[in-house]
């Protein structure tokens, strides 16, 4: 089993500021199966990123995405007042196939 | 625009069956991607209970395969969900979505329905 450790917890910026994710895989993965997801309370996740570094569509060049083998990152270069949710990352790989990281809070300081 | 609407029970007793269905709108469940079932535990993260494919090719989350069954009606564009033998553990909101038949990431999400396992 892949496990998906993100990093940090809980990460407290400000507007304007930039915001660095981690996803970090207990095994290689395929970059093309590794995506980041964004959710805001009482909402769906919504697909940012795919194939490490794909936007998807509608989706701000504020983001970005990058990495590979086992340390990916997504990128905020600067933050919108709307960009404060929590953050997924998900692969595609070993059983038990699809797995998510735990998530990362990005909070308002 | 794909469109992905969960429902069904909203409360379910301990050791019954979860059943859920996911009606998908501006989009034919029979053209190329999977459709998936993820859950989301209250404050807690995402986790993917399976995904199936027009045509019969199923993807398993192996730790809970043997609790969980997951079709398609192609007649009505729905997907369904079974969870047998519930306990609290599986109190959670409960979301469909569709994934690309590649690489699997998921590009569409329905709005989520909580489901409640208490007698």
């Known amino acids: 089993e892949i496990v998906l450790t993100q990093s940090p917890g809980t990460l407290s910026l400000s507007p304007g500021q930039r915001a660095t994710l981690s996803c970090r895989a207990s095994?290689?993965?395929?970059?093309?199966?590794l995506a980041w997801y964004q959710q805001k309370p009482g909402q769906a996740p919504r697909l940012l990123i795919y194939?490490?570094?794909g936007r998807a569509t509608g989706i701000p060049d504020r983001f970005s995405g990058g990495g590979s083998g086992t340390d990916f990152i997504l990128t905020i270069s600067r933050l919108e007042p709307e960009d404060f949710a929590v953050y997924y990352c998900?692969?595609?790989?070993?059983?038990?196939?699809?797995?998510f990281g735990q998530g990362t809070r990005l909070e308002i300081k | 625009q794909v469109q992905l609407q969960e429902s069904g029970p909203g409360l379910v007793k301990p050791s019954e069956t979860l059943s859920l269905t996911c009606s998908v709108s501006?989009?034919?469940?029979?053209?190329?991607?999977?459709w998936g079932w993820v859950r989301q535990p209250p404050g807690k993260g995402l986790e993917w209970l399976g995904s199936?494919?027009?045509?019969?090719?199923?993807l398993d989350n192996t730790s809970l395969k043997s609790r969980v069954t997951i079709s398609l009606d192609t007649s009505k564009n729905q997907i369904s969900l079974k969870v047998t033998s519930v306990s609290a553990a599986d109190t959670a909101v409960y979301y469909c979505?569709?994934?690309?038949?590649?690489?699997?990431?998921?590009?569409?999400w329905g709005q989520g329905t909580l489901v409640t396992v208490s007698s």
């Open positions: 199936i494919y027009y045509g019969g090719n199923s």
């Open positions: 979505a569709r994934s690309d038949s590649s690489w699997y990431w998921f590009d569409s």
């Open positions: 095994q290689i993965v395929n970059r093309s199966y």
């Open positions: 194939g490490a570094s």
């Open positions: 501006g989009f034919s469940i029979r053209s190329g991607y999977y």
């Open positions: 998900q692969q595609y790989g070993r059983s038990p196939t699809i797995t």
